[in-house]
């Protein structure tokens, strides 16, 4: 299981350019095998990390086909957006951590509000891009 995890993690390290988001996907690595909640609420990296985790689990969890994708930001506590370029087109999709459920919802951008979606094939084929 920690063995698919990582291997989620090293192809969005492989294709995410931005040194601050490939510092936290390295520290995710790092950590996985002590990412075990609870954990110190005053730990605010070790609950970003958790977050994450908890994202990494629900592709895994979808078996979806993660490669090429990036992680592209965090704009907000416990979003993460992800894309891929194909064909010339941009896929897009968001995890959301819920903080109260401790699940990851997919979620994708509509007239410029995020909705939830029951799967993330869901949400990037209903992702607005512009």
């Not at 390295?26 to 002590?34: E, G």
């Not at 979806?64 to 999709?93: R, T």
């Not at 509509?110 to 939830?116: D, G, V």
């Not at 029951?118 to 949400?123: F, G, H, L, P």
Request: with cysteine; net charge negative.
């Amino acid at each position: 299981m920690i063995r698919k995890q990582v291997e989620i993690a090293l192809e969005l390290l492989k294709h995410t350019t931005n040194v601050y988001l490939s510092d936290f996907i390295l520290r995710y690595i790092y950590k996985i095998q002590t990412l075990k909640p609870p954990l110190d609420k005053s730990d605010e990296d070790n609950l970003q990390l958790l977050k994450f985790h908890r994202c990494i689990e629900r592709i895994e969890y979808e078996m979806f086909n993660f490669s090429g994708w990036h992680l592209h930001e965090i704009p907000i506590d416990g979003v993460f957006c992800f894309v891929k370029m194909e064909n010339d087109s941009y896929l897009a999709f968001d995890l959301v951590y819920d903080n109260k459920t401790d699940k990851v919802i997919p979620c994708y951008v509509e007239a410029s509000e995020l909705h939830e979606a029951e799967s993330i094939q869901e949400a990037i084929n209903k992702y607005i891009t512009v």
